[in-house]
């Protein structure tokens, strides 16, 4: 069902120290800000060779990522996520797994305009998992 790794994604507390930090200590190629206020989140993405890492932060006031950062103040990782080639029957299969599908089991629509969905981080070891179809 897994495809590539497309992104690691850490919470951070403050998004311009961050891209700061990563851009001029790390001299990474950072994207422009995106603020997805369905998702509670704007985001950046650090470009690496291989995959990316998302930074983000909280949009509006029931942001996930609000309740993540109040638990983890100093930010940390928040999920991974992997590509499918079709998330509607990866998602099918993983429901018949047993697996809880989160939100209303509909994709919606992610960062790179592309279809994603969330699996419960205690289904997997603890790690919140996201899904996207490429
Ligand atoms: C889609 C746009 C963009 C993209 O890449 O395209 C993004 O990635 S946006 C990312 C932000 N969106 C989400 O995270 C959506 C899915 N998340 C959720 O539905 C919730 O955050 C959920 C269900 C993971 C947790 O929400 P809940 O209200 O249940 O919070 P709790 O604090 O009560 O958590 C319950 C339990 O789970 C542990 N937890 C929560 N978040 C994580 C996490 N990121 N990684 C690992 N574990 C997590 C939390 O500590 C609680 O554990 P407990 O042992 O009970 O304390
Ligand atoms: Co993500």
């Known amino acids: 069902m897994l495809g590539r790794l497309n992104h690691v994604a850490i919470a ?16 990474a190629k950072v994207s422009a800000p995106q603020h ?26 029931n942001s996930p990522i609000g309740a993540f950062l109040e638990k983890n103040p100093s930010g940390g990782m928040h999920h991974m996520c992997y590509e499918v080639d079709d998330i509607l029957a990866a998602r099918d299969k993983l429901i018949e797994d047993g697996v809880r599908v989160l939100g209303d089991g509909n ?28």
Do not use: S
């Open 36 to 61: 997805l206020p369905e998702h509670g989140v704007t985001v950046v993405f650090v470009e690496v060779e291989n995959t990316k890492t998302e930074l983000l932060f909280p949009l509006g006031d």
């Open 12 to 27: 951070v507390p403050d998004l311009n120290a961050a891209i700061n930090r990563y851009e001029k200590v790390l001299g």
């Open 107 to 134: 994709p919606k629509i992610g960062a790179h305009g592309k279809p994603v969905l969330f699996l419960h981080p205690k289904d997997f070891d603890g790690t919140l998992i996201e899904l996207e179809q490429v």
